[in-house]
Nanobody
Framework: VQFVESGGGLVQPGGSLRLSCAAS????????MSWYRQAPGKEREWVAS????????NYRASVKGRFTISRDNPKNTVYLQMNSLEPEDTAVYYC????????WGQGTQVTVSS
């Protein structure tokens, strides 16, 4: 099982980024997928989830209305579109399946700063 996150970077407050996570080593279309993030000095926290077919999504309250999770099952990829970014969104972002696999990818750094 492997997760490869990409798409992070430095963006000004109010900007947008689209993260991608390429998954492999399991039957992607049969698992829900989630995004998590970990800010410096803080615990990793759940951000958003999508069901296996992509028909249902859930978000933590602080990102609801700004972030959108989606997936492309033929490409074994899950996305996180992040709009109206705030400095508090600065973190390393990770994806994992539901329930979470024991090993995590390297993550992708998102820095929101002027």
């Amino acid at each position: 099982v492997q997760f490869v996150e990409s798409g992070g970077g430095l963006v000004q407050p109010g900007g947008s980024l689209r993260l991608s996570c390429a998954a492999s080593g399991f039957t992607f279309s049969t698992y829900g997928m989630s995004w998590y993030r970990q800010a410096p000095g803080k615990e990793r926290e759940w951000v958003a989830s999508v069901t296996s077919a992509g028909s249902n999504t859930n978000y933590r309250a602080s990102v609801k209305g700004r972030f959108t999770i989606s997936r492309d099952n033929p490409k074994n990829t899950v996305y996180l579109q992040m709009n109206s970014l705030e400095p508090e969104d600065t973190a390393v972002y990770y994806c994992n399946r539901v329930p979470a696999y024991v090993y995590w990818g390297q993550g992708t750094q998102v820095t929101v700063s002027s």
